[in-house]
């Protein structure tokens, strides 16, 4: 299983940014997909998720309204869309697979796949 993301940039407040999560290796209909990100001097903390079959997402209280997880079955891609970006959005967004997983469990330690990190810089 490869995670590829990707998208990240610099933006200002307010802006928006949509990142890219391109998956292979095998078929994730059965998998939970979740965007994870770090901010400097922070732990890794869980974003959202979505079942890939049924498209059934759940969010942190911290980006819910603002930002939307859809996927692409065709592309075998996972979007994360990021609206009303503000400075605190500051880090390192990684995409993660778990197979069969229950979008109520935001461990990381449950993501047995990971993408490579994309930066995102959100200036005030």
């Known amino acids: 299983v490869q995670l590829q993301a990707s998208g990240g940039g610099l933006v200002q407040a307010g802006d928006s940014l949509r990142l890219s999560c391109a998956a292979s290796g095998r078929t994730f209909s059965g998998y939970t997909m979740a965007w994870f990100r770090q901010a400097p001097g922070k732990d890794r903390e869980f974003v959202g998720a979505?079942?890939?079959?049924?498209?059934?997402?759940t969010y942190a209280d911290s980006v819910k309204g603002r930002f939307t997880i859809s996927r692409d079955n065709a592309k075998n891609t996972v979007y994360l869309q990021m609206n009303s970006l503000e400075p605190e959005d500051t880090a390192v967004y990684y995409c993660?697979?778990?197979?069969?997983?229950?979008?109520?469990?935001?461990?990381?330690?449950?993501?047995?796949?990971w993408g490579r990190g994309t930066q995102v810089t959100v200036s005030s």
């Open positions: 993660a697979a778990y197979q069969s997983g229950s979008l109520s469990d935001k461990s990381e330690s449950s993501y047995r796949y």
């Open positions: 979505i079942k890939w079959l049924a498209s059934i997402t």
